[in-house]
């Protein structure tokens, strides 16, 4: 059973930055991991994807605005948000693919002034 804890959320102004974090349990290592978000009413989205070897992708929303990144020895994925936008207002979830899939609880971003 893979666990997995999102922190970093919050509320911040627009052009503003916040970095999130998923701590996981487990060999972290082998795990291909993603962060995803969702609004009320909406279907949750990809924002932005990184495998066990580093590969990234990004959704084309964020791309140029967001990075993602993975720290192995600690266990933690992260996602730096730049240049935030009110339309970037969600909960944002980490993923992971291991044997399953496994999903965070969700952190909530609001972008307002």
């Known amino acids: 059973q893979v666990q997995l804890v999102e922190s970093g959320g919050g509320l911040v102004q627009p052009g503003g930055s916040l970095t999130l974090s998923c701590a996981a349990s487990g060999l972290f290592y082998e795990y291909h991991m993603a962060w995803y978000r969702q609004t009320p009413g909406n279907e949750r989205e990809s924002v932005a994807y990184?495998?066990?070897?580093?590969?990234?992708t990004y959704a084309e929303s964020v791309k140029g605005r967001f990075t993602i990144s993975r720290d192995n020895r600690k266990k933690t994925m992260y996602l730096q948000m730049n240049s935030l936008k009110p339309e970037d207002t969600a909960v944002y979830y980490c993923?992971?693919?291991?044997?399953?899939?496994?999903w965070g609880q969700g952190t909530q971003v609001t972008v307002s002034s």
């Open positions: 993923r992971a693919n291991f044997d399953r899939e496994y």
């Open positions: 990184i495998s066990n070897r580093g590969a990234t």
